[in-house]
């Protein structure tokens, strides 16, 4: 393992991070190998991540509605195009309870898995970064096992 990462350079790129592709190059490769450990969590904070288009499934299950008078009132701005949800205009609700016009978040959707407000992350179609969302998702709950072990030892 050690040599392919001095044959590959992959040292000397993770040191230099200037492009957005950098972390995922290190994903496949920690993936190929079966390997992950903190290192991946550092080099690879959700901003530096992607851009990936949302699973198709996720975006055509999203709820659509056309916003009613009542609810134009309000004067809800969608954040792509910062103009008002306004009566009869169609919207779609992300998982994370934004709204956005249709025709906005379509295409964001199409080339990134993020909201643009919160930024919460949606499942792609691509497997590595599927195994990487997991992977993070466990370390996350381990975390939480291991804080909340401590604080009963010894808070
Ligand atoms: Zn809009
Ligand atoms: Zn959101």
């Known amino acids: 393992m050690a ?3 001095d044959d590959h350079g992959v040292n000397e790129l ?3 991070l200037t492009s957005d592709e950098l972390p995922l190059v290190m994903a496949r490769i920690l993936l190929r190998f079966g390997f992950a450990d903190d290192i991946w969590l550092t080099t690879m904070g959700s901003d530096g ?3 990936y288009p949302t699973a198709k499934k996720v975006i055509e299950e999203l709820p659509t509605q056309i916003i ?3 609810e134009a009132e309000k004067k809800n701005t969608c954040s792509v195009c910062l103009g008002h949800l306004e009566e009869d205009n169609e919207v779609k609700t992300l998982l994370c309870k934004h709204q956005f016009h249709t ?6 959707l199409e080339k990134v898995n993020t909201c643009p407000v919160c930024r919460e992350e949606f499942a792609t179609d691509d497997p590595a970064y ?6 993070k998702a466990r370390k996350k709950q381990r975390d939480f ?9 010894f808070g």
């Open 14 to 16: 993770s040191e230099n």
């Open 103 to 108: 025709k906005c978040i379509l295409p964001w």
């Open 3 to 5: 040599s392919y990462f």
């Open 68 to 70: 009613t008078k009542e």
């Open 130 to 135: 599927e195994e990487f969302r997991k992977y």
């Open 145 to 153: 096992e291991l804080d909340n072990l401590h604080n009963s030892m």
């Open 49 to 51: 991540l992607g851009p």
